[in-house]
C-alpha cells in the first residue's frame, strides 16, 4: 500500500468510526436517578415555601401559621424596625455554628462547588440553607425563594450523588439537576430551568447532563400541579407591537443594563463596607436588618418575597410616585441585606425592579398596552444582571404565558446582556467567587482537541528500534555522540517493534541504563518488554482523548496503531502534536482575512472560462 493509500485509509477509519456526542448507557442510570432527585426537589420547595409563611406569621403576626400573608399587613407600626434584627440575628448564630455556606443568595455558592468543589455539598446545608432563608424571609428580607432552592436542590442532589458510586461529572449533574427542579417547582418555568442550568451552572452542553437535567425538571413540572398552584404566576397578556417597538426593546436593554450596572456595582461596595466593620460578620445580618426594618416601616409593601407587588406592576395598578418610592426602598434594602451576608435569593427583587423601571417608563414607549413594557424591563435586567438572556426571555414568557411580548424580550435581554458584557467584567454571581480568589470563564465553545483525531496531527515518519536488536546496536544506532546530556533528551523515546507489531516504548534514558546493566537477562532491545500490549492511541481516537492519556500517565508521547489487535505502528504523537488544532483556532479567530476577489469578480472569470473570452472581449485559444 502507497503512503497516499494509507493516509486514505486511516483517513476513512477515523471518521467512520466516530459519533456526534460521547456518551454510554451509564446516562441512563444517572437520568433515573435524576427523575427521583427532581421530584425530591419539588418537596423540598413545597418545604421551603411553607417554611416563608410560617416565619412571616410568626414575626410579622405572633401566630404559628402557614397561612399566605403579606408582611405589608402587620400591626407592628415603629416595632417592624426590630423584625429583621432579630431574623438577622438568628441567621449569624447559624452561619457561625452551622455552616458558613448558607450565607449569600445561594447561585455562586453552588456554581463554586460545581468547578472547585467537586460537586459536593453537605447534609448540614440542605437543612439549614431553606431554614435560614425562611427566617431571612420571614422576618422582611428582601429576596427570593429561588437561590435558597437552588441551593438546596443542589445539595440533595449532591448528596445522593455522594452516596452512588458515580463519578464526578457525574456528581455534578445531579446536583444541576436538584437545583433546577427546585426552581422549576417555584416558578413553574421548567424550560427556563433548564436554560438557566445551560448558561450559569452546568459549564458544558453534552448529552450526559442535558438528558438528566431535563427529566429532572420534567418531572418537577409534572409533580408541581400537586402541591401548587398550576397556573403562571403572574399571568398577563400583551399587544403586538410594530417596527418602532424594534428601537425601543433596545433601548430598555440599554437602561436594563444600566440597571443591572447600578445595583450590582453598589452591592459589592455595601460588602465591602461590610468587611472593613470591626465586628464579626456573625452580626453582620443583624446591622443588615437594622436598614431593612426601617426600610419596611417606611415602604411596607417592600418587605418579603413581593410577588403580590411584581403582580401590580405588571399589571400597572400602581401610581408612578409610589413605584419609584417602592422600588427606590426596595433596591436600597436588598443590596444592604444581601452585602450583609444574610441568606437570600435574586431573582425576585431583580424582576421587581426591572418591572418597576419598565412601568416607570412605559409612557414614553411605544404601544398602547401598558403590561408589555414593564414585562420587557423585568426580562432584560435579569438577563443583563445574570448573563443568561435565553433564560431570562424564557422565564419571562412562562412566567407570564405573553406570546407577543417575546419578541422584544428577547431583543431587550440581548442588548442588556451585550451591555453588561462590555461594562462589568464579572457579574453579580460570579465576582463574589472572584472575591475569594477564583476567576470563572464562561464562555463555551467546541474544545480543538475534540474537533480533530489523532491520525490528522501524528507523526507518520517514525524512528524505531527492532526488538531483536542488541542494545549495544540499539544505542549506537538510535543516540548520537552527547545526545544523552542535552536537555530533554531523557524524554525522547521510540517505538519498539517485532516484526511489524508494535511491542513497547523505549526512551534513550532507559536503553543507555539497559545498556549499562551487567543483568544477563537483558542483551535484546525486546528482553526489556513483557507481553503486556503497551500504551498507544487509535488513529481514529479524538486528541482530547489522547491529551487525557498523556496526563494521567505522565507521558510526553503515545505510539499510534492501526488496531489493537494488529499493533501495526503507523505513526506517533506528542503533546507537541496536540498543539496543532490550538494554533488553527487561534488563527481562525484572531487572523483578519479580506476576500480575494469580490462575486461579481469570480462570476466574470468563470464567465470567461467558459466562453473562452479574455477581459477585452478577444477569444483565447
Not at 284 to 297: E, K, N, T
Not at 386 to 396: I, L, N, S
Request: glycine content about 10%.
Amino acid at each position: 500500500m502507497s503512503r497516499g493509500e494509507e493516509t486514505s485509509a486511516d483517513s476513512a477509519f477515523d471518521h467512520g468510526d466516530r459519533s456526534d456526542f460521547s456518551a454510554d448507557r451509564r446516562i441512563l442510570r444517572i437520568a433515573i436517578v435524576a427523575a427521583f432527585v427532581g421530584a425530591l426537589s419539588t418537596v423540598a420547595a413545597w418545604v421551603l415555601l411553607d417554611l416563608i409563611r410560617f416565619f412571616t406569621n410568626v414575626f410579622f403576626f405572633q401566630r404559628a401559621s402557614i397561612e399566605p400573608v403579606s408582611p405589608a399587613t402587620n400591626t407592628l407600626g415603629a416595632w417592624v424596625v426590630l423584625v429583621p434584627v432579630a431574623g438577622g440575628l438568628v441567621i449569624g448564630l447559624m452561619a457561625r455554628f452551622g455552616s458558613e455556606k448558607i450565607r449569600g443568595h445561594g447561585i455562586p455558592e453552588a456554581i463554586e462547588a460545581i468547578l472547585f468543589g467537586q460537586s459536593r455539598m453537605s447534609a448540614r446545608v440542605a437543612v439549614l440553607k431553606p431554614l435560614s432563608s425562611g427566617i431571612a424571609i420571614g422576618s422582611g428580607g428582601p429576596f427570593g425563594a429561588e437561590g435558597p432552592i437552588i441551593m438546596t436542590g443542589g445539595a440533595l442532589g449532591s448528596l445522593i450523588g455522594q452516596y452512588l458510586h458515580i463519578t464526578g461529572a457525574e456528581r455534578k449533574t445531579l446536583l444541576v439537576a436538584g437545583a433546577v427542579a427546585g426552581m422549576t417547582a417555584v416558578f413553574g418555568t421548567p424550560i427556563a430551568a433548564v436554560l438557566l442550568a445551560i448558561e450559569l451552572l452546568l459549564f458544558e452542553l453534552r448529552p450526559r447532563s442535558l438528558l438528566p437535567v431535563a427529566i429532572a425538571c420534567s418531572v418537577a413540572g409534572f409533580a408541581r400541579p400537586l402541591l401548587f398552584d398550576p397556573a403562571p404566576l403572574f399571568p398577563v397578556q400583551v399587544l403586538p407591537i410594530g417596527l418602532p417597538g424594534l428601537a425601543a426593546a433596545a433601548l430598555a436593554g440599554v437602561l436594563a443594563g444600566m440597571l443591572a450596572w447600578v445595583v450590582s456595582t453598589s452591592l459589592y461596595k455595601v460588602e465591602d463596607q461590610f468587611s472593613k466593620l470591626r465586628v464579626h460578620w456573625m452580626w453582620w445580618p443583624a446591622i443588615g436588618g437594622l436598614a431593612v426594618g426601617f426600610g419596611g416601616w417606611l415602604q411596607p409593601r417592600a418587605l418579603g418575597v413581593g410577588y403580590d407587588v411584581i403582580d401590580d406592576l405588571l399589571h400597572s395598578r400602581l401610581a408612578l410616585e409610589a413605584v419609584l418610592a417602592l422600588i427606590a426602598c426596595k433596591a436600597g434594602m436588598w443590596v444592604v441585606a444581601l452585602g450583609s451576608g444574610t441568606s437570600g435569593g435574586v431573582l425576585a427583587p431583580l424582576l421587581m425592579m426591572g418591572a418597576g423601571l419598565g412601568l416607570a417608563v412605559a409612557p414614553w414607549m411605544p404601544g398602547g398596552d401598558p403590561a408589555l413594557w414593564p414585562l420587557v424591563f423585568m426580562a432584560a435586567t435579569l438577563g443583563g444582571m445574570m448573563r443568561a438572556p435565553v433564560m431570562a426571555v424564557m422565564f419571562g414568557f412562562e412566567l407570564t404565558n405573553a406570546t407577543n411580548a417575546l419578541l422584544p424580550m428577547l431583543i431587550a435581554a440581548a442588548v442588556a446582556y451585550g451591555f453588561t458584557v462590555l461594562t462589568m467584567p464579572r457579574s453579580i454571581l460570579t465576582e463574589k467567587i472572584a472575591r475569594r480568589g477564583r476567576h470563572i470563564y464562561r464562555e463555551y465553545g467546541i474544545d480543538p482537541l475534540e474537533r480533530h483525531v489523532v491520525a490528522e496531527v501524528m507523526t507518520r515518519e517514525v524512528a524505531t528500534l527492532a526488538a531483536d536488536v542488541s542494545l549495544d546496536d540499539a544505542l549506537a544506532r538510535a543516540i548520537s555522540p552527547g545526545r544523552l546530556a542535552r536537555a530533554g533528551a531523557s524524554h525522547h523515546a521510540f517505538p519498539v517493534l517485532r516484526g511489524e507489531r508494535l511491542v513497547g516504548m523505549l526512551s534513550a534514558e532507559t536503553l543507555a541504563a539497559a545498556a549499562a546493566s551487567t543483568d544477563e537477562n537483558l542483551r535484546q532491545v525486546g528482553d526489556l518488554f513483557g507481553d503486556e500490549p503497551p500504551l498507544h492511541a487509535l488513529p481514529g481516537e479524538s486528541c482530547r482523548a489522547i491529551a487525557a492519556r498523556l496526563a494521567v500517565h505522565d507521558l510526553e508521547r503515545l505510539p499510534v496503531v492501526a488496531d489493537a489487535a494488529s499493533m501495526r505502528l503507523v505513526g506517533i504523537v506528542s503533546r507537541s502534536d496536540l498543539v496543532k488544532p490550538s494554533l488553527d483556532l487561534f488563527e481562525e479567530e484572531h487572523r483578519p482575512e479580506r476576500l480575494r476577489a469580490t462575486p461579481l469578480a469570480a462570476l466574470q472569470r468563470r464567465f470567461q472560462s467558459l466562453t473562452g473570452r479574455d477581459e477585452s472581449g478577444r477569444e483565447g485559444r
